[in-house]
């Protein structure tokens, strides 16, 4: 299983940006897949989650209506679009998934990328 994010960056408060995150090694379209994210000091906490087929998402309540989760099956591809962004978003951003191989379950995730609102 490999998770690769790309797309973080420095932006401008009230800026967007799009994640994307590319998963290899399992069969994608079968699993929800979330994004989190992390700031210095603190817990890794969840943004927002996707179910395999994309019917269905969650978001931190704190982001909804700014943070949008999409994916696509074809190019196994999971994309995070930030709009409005605060300073207070600035972290780095995790893919994650939960993977399982017969009774057993793995947690995977990417290697982050940093996501930085400042003006």
């Known amino acids: 299983v490999q998770l690769v994010e790309s797309g973080g960056g420095l932006v401008q408060p009230g800026g967007s940006l799009r994640l994307s995150c590319a998963a290899s090694g399992f069969t994608f379209s079968r699993y929800g897949m979330s994004w989190y994210r992390q700031t210095p000091g603190s817990e890794r906490e969840l943004v927002a989650s996707?179910?395999?087929?994309?019917?269905?998402?969650n978001y931190a309540d704190s982001l909804k209506g700014r943070f949008t989760i999409s994916r696509d099956n074809v190019k196994n591809t999971v994309f995070l679009q930030m709009n409005s962004l605060r300073p207070e978003d600035t972290a780095v951003y995790y893919c994650y998934v939960r993977y399982r191989s017969g009774l057993k379950v793995y947690d995977y995730w990417g290697q982050g990328t940093q996501v930085t609102v400042s003006s």
């Open positions: 996707i179910t395999s087929t994309g019917s269905s998402t």
